[in-house]
């Protein structure tokens, strides 16, 4: 029985997927719990660079969707083919260390459906973002809350865990393919998962695949999207 799947979205990683393959891989050797019970699926949203390569030199599992889609519409795929117990799912550049791992496992052993890493219940982050970011972060949070009526404090950090039922059914039903995705799987949970918030740490690394342009506006629209289908559906 396959315990955990990590599921990793990838878009153009070449240059941080290796050191966080081998890191993952090292801690997952080094648990006997986890160790042949756990599988790393890297998900490759449409890389155009050595991402897949370095993915399968890895001996990780890599499934590779045909053009780039959004770190949402790469999450999903790689969480709807998960078959672990549970399903974590991680950035890329690691910002959260996998030895976090524990603190969201432990939530779920307490009876969570998924536990989200959140950098704002504690000062967990010891780099912070270039201003720009944290500025989008600050009008983002506040049309989560205050638009969507989500009270997770947190809702971007690229580190979650889910149990796999919770995750099939949730991702199941989401639509946004951007980043704004992790909002709408918080909406889609409200009154029907238990969601714990757990503080993880967390670090700026560079070689963030956002671009502020292009993946503010989107965000933004999506936001206003999930709003809507949502007061639609019946
Ligand atoms: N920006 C972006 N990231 C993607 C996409 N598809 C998958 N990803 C992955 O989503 C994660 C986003 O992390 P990162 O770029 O570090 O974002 P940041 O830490 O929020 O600045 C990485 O693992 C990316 O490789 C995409 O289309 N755009
Ligand atoms: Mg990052």
Request: proline share 4%; with cysteine.
């Amino acid at each position: 029985m396959i315990a955990l799947t990590i599921v990793i979205p990838a878009f153009n990683e070449e240059r941080r997927l290796g050191a966080t393959l081998a890191r993952v891989q090292a801690y997952v050797a080094s648990h006997a719990e986890l160790a042949s019970r756990t599988v790393i699926l890297v998900v490759d949203d449409g890389s155009r660079d050595g991402t897949v390569a370095l993915a399968r030199a890895a001996a990780v599992e890599v499934l590779s969707l045909p053009v780039n889609r959004g770190k949402g519409a790469a999450v999903r795929a790689g969480v709807l083919a998960a078959s672990g117990a549970r399903i974590l799912v991680c950035d890329a550049d690691l910002a959260t260390p996998i030895e976090a791992f524990p603190l969201l496992a432990a939530a779920l052993d307490a009876g969570a459906d998924l536990a989200v890493g959140s950098r704002r219940i504690a000062p967990t982050i010891t780099i912070d973002q270039p201003w720009p970011r944290r500025w989008f972060g600050r009008g983002f949070r506040v049309l989560v809350r205050y638009g969507l009526g989500i009270t997770v404090r947190d809702t971007m950090c690229g580190f979650k865990l889910f149990t796999r039922a919770a995750a099939h059914d949730l991702f199941g039903d989401a639509r946004i393919e951007g980043f704004a995705f992790d909002a709408e799987i918080l909406y889609l949970a409200r009154g029907r998962y238990q969601v714990a918030e757990v503080p993880v740490a967390w670090r700026h690394v560079e070689g963030s695949r956002v671009t502020l342009g292009r993946d503010v506006m989107r965000a933004a629209r999506d936001l206003v999207s999930i709003r809507l289908r949502r007061s639609r559906a019946p």
